[in-house]
Nanobody
Framework: QVQLVESGGGLVQAGDSLRLSCTASGRTFSSYTMGWFRQAPGKEREVVAAINWSGVTTNYADSVKGRFTISRHNAKNTVYLEMNSLKPEDTAVYYC????????????????????WGQGTQVTVSS
């Protein structure tokens, strides 16, 4: 069974940067679209960014465009989320997840399309 492990969260001040990492076990990482999601207290889980299996195609939530960058290194089985100019409203638990179907891309990512999730990493941005 594939497992995803996130790291890199923490407590930062507004305007700071963080890089999250998500490393997958197994040999099939390079065949799957990966996504980053976040969930703030009392709110639904929302997509932050997604990247297709080759790394060529990405998309972002409007709230993070221009500030966050998703990337992947297939040889390391790792997907990254570089977060710059962080704001207090970015505070949430961040999760990485794997799309249900290999070599597939959905232009509008939804949590229900992803079936393997990491445990989450807390990001807190103070004002």
């Amino acid at each position: 069974q594939v497992q995803l492990v996130e790291s890199g969260g923490g407590l930062v001040q507004a305007g700071d940067s963080l890089r999250l990492s998500c490393t997958a076990s197994g040999r099939t990482f390079s065949s799957y679209t990966m996504g980053w999601f976040r969930q703030a207290p009392g709110k639904e889980r929302e997509v932050v960014a997604a990247i297709n299996w080759s790394g060529v195609t990405t998309n972002y939530a409007d709230s993070v465009k221009g500030r966050f960058t998703i990337s992947r290194h297939n040889a390391k089985n790792t997907v990254y989320l570089e977060m710059n100019s962080l704001k207090p409203e970015d505070t949430a638990v961040y999760y990485c997840a794997r799309l249900k179907y290999s070599r597939s891309w959905y232009s509008v990512p939804r949590p229900s399309d992803y079936d393997i999730w990491g445990q989450g990493t807390q990001v807190t941005v103070s004002s």
